[in-house]
């Protein structure tokens, strides 16, 4: 089980975004890889890959917006937007090109960068979630597992407060392959940074929010063309398995697939060695 401290190699920072900041953490040298994180996680669920990467690359790892030790705006979720703020981001590191590393909503944040500024992007990892609005996303919307897409509003935060634990149990459980390899320190930990003020309303109301304009803008992006850069689609085998490699083929030209096994949807959690070995792999390839 991965631990969730940060090696002494990297400082963290809040830096200025479109109506407010968000947490980054920059450690090492060399040619940088930015990480994104999705929802039940923060910029801690990198920790593992972000050991391994700084040993010869500059490794960014932000809290997305509203998210972990990031402020708490009340608009700017679309993901479009959020994909400038990390331009902005970059722009203040003085960083050009990256390679990107994404999970759950991190993937569509991580589309929307890589389709707005393909330039700046040589390569993309995305896990086991797809993108707003390509693809079989409307099946996706119809996914009994999907009910928390539509699970806002000042009640539905009224239920929560105090209970997040609960609430993230929920998705340690269910979209695992084995719940046991999310440990009691994880859920913990977890459980106290969506426990924040703002963190539960911000991630309801408006990174899952957001998806439905998500879906407008993706389109509008796909219709000037598939992605041209090498894309590696990680999926759990108890969650989007090869599948996921299908789905990113709708938006992308060049995808590769890895299955990680015994792991469902929280695979940096679940199998962090296998998550290693292939997206190391991949970004060091030619």
């Not at 920072?13 to 479109?18: A, D, F, R, T």
Request: aromatic fraction near 8%.
């Amino acid at each position: 089980m991965p631990h969730l401290t940060w090696p002494t190699a990297f400082r963290g920072q809040q830096m200025p975004v479109s109506g407010g900041t968000q947490y980054v953490r920059v450690g090492g040298e060399g040619s940088a890889v930015v990480l994104l994180h999705g929802f039940g996680d923060t910029g801690d669920m990198w920790v593992p890959l972000a050991e391994a990467l700084v040993k010869d690359h500059m490794v960014i790892v932000p809290d997305l917006r509203g998210m972990g030790l990031s402020s708490h705006p009340e608009g700017g979720y679309e993901k479009t937007a959020q994909a400038r703020d990390l331009s902005a981001i970059l722009d203040q590191l003085g960083v050009q090109k990256i390679d990107l590393a994404t999970h759950d909503i991190g993937n569509m944040v991580g589309y929307a960068f890589a389709a707005l500024y393909q330039p700046r992007v040589t390569k993309w990892v995305v896990m086991d979630a797809p993108l707003p609005g390509i693809g079989h996303w409307d099946d996706q919307l119809k996914n009994p597992k999907t009910w928390h897409f539509n699970f806002r509003g000042p009640d539905t935060e009224r239920l929560v407060a105090g209970r997040e634990r609960i609430l993230l149990d929920r998705f340690y459980n269910e979209l695992s392959a084995n719940p046991a390899r999310i440990n009691e320190e994880t859920r913990d930990h977890y459980a106290a940074l969506y426990a924040r003020p703002g963190a539960i309303h911000n991630a309801f109301s408006g990174q899952f929010a957001a998806f439905a304009q998500d879906a407008i803008d993706n389109q509008e992006l796909l219709a000037k063309g598939k992605l041209k850069i090498p894309v590696l689609a990680i999926g759990g085998d108890h969650s989007y398995s090869a599948h996921l490699a299908t789905e990113i083929g709708f938006a992308a030209a060049d995808v590769r697939s890895a299955v990680i096994s015994d792991s469902g949807h929280w695979i940096m959690e679940e199998q962090p060695e296998q998550a290693l070995t292939v997206i190391l792999s991949f970004l060091g390839g030619k």
